[in-house]
Nanobody, 114 residues
Framework: QVQFVESGGGLVHPGGSLILSCKAS????????MAWYRQAPGKQRELVAS???????DYIDSVKGRFTISRDNVKNILWLQMNSLKPEDSGVYYC????????WGQGTLVNVSS
């Protein structure tokens, strides 16, 4: 099993930036693909960005050019750099393995609002 602890969320104005972090408690982190998900109020959780090992990245169209996913396989950390944030980016952000999910962490709340 793998456990995840997400952090870095907060309140930011439209156009602002945030960096999210995800710490994984497992020595298999370097062997698994990883992803960031988000869940807006009243909506289903959606996969936003993914990264393989090694480092092929993929993004949903609405965040391409604004978000960057990266990972440190030594420290077992996943990041999401988010720039030019929009109100529709608001939600709780989670990290996990794509599709074959491990138990979910508590997530970190991102609120983009003026």
């Amino acid at each position: 099993q793998v456990q995840f602890v997400e952090s870095g969320g907060g309140l930011v104005h439209p156009g602002g930036s945030l960096i999210l972090s995800c710490k994984a408690s497992s020595n298999i982190f370097n062997l698994i693909n990883m992803a960031w998900y988000r869940q807006a109020p009243g909506k289903q959780r959606e996969l936003v960005a993914s990264i393989t090992t090694p480092y092929d990245m993929d993004y949903i169209d609405s965040v391409k050019g604004r978000f960057t996913i990266s990972r440190d396989n030594v420290k077992n950390i996943l990041w999401l750099q988010m720039n030019s944030l929009k109100p529709e980016d608001s939600g709780v952000y989670y990290c996990n393995r794509p599709y074959q999910n491990f138990p979910w962490g508590q997530g970190t709340l991102v609120n983009v609002s003026s």
